[in-house]
């Protein structure tokens, strides 16, 4: 394989566009073509470079957050309730637990519970 047919494939390489034996060929050329592998390596970092270029941040995230809570109708409810949605379902998750704990201990106190630990007499077998 030469380097024109190794340049033309890099990219199927890359993305495994490629079958199995032209994607060996490919890679058996660029263990011995250094050049080849320099070639191979800018395209790497070129698509990385895209890669996080494309990536949304944090303030394009929000914004379009917003603009779909604007065309539903949710503008104003969304925002308010965003910052309460946390602490309110930590709470309730309190609640609950709590809950829970006072019905098992009011399950398990008085007649016919059953005991909380067994007394063994020492030396009573014999």
Do not use: I, Y
């Amino acid at each position: 394989m030469t380097c024109d047919d190794v340049s033309e494939r890099l990219l199927g390489l890359q993305f495994g566009g490629l079958e199995a034996k032209e994607r060996r060929a490919v890679e058996e050329h660029l263990l011995l073509c250094p050049a080849c592998v320099g070639e191979h390596l800018d395209l790497l970092r070129a698509s990385t470079a895209a890669d996080d270029r494309l990536r949304a941040g944090p303030e394009a995230k929000a914004r379009t957050r917003r603009a779909v809570a604007r065309e539903l109708g949710l503008a104003a409810e969304s925002e308010a309730r965003s910052r309460w949605d946390r602490p309110l379902a930590l709470a309730f998750a309190a609640v609950v637990v709590l809950f829970a704990n006072l019905a098992s201990r009011a399950l398990t106190r008085g007649p016919g519970a059953p005991p909380h630990r067994v007394v063994v007499e020492a030396g009573g077998a014999g």
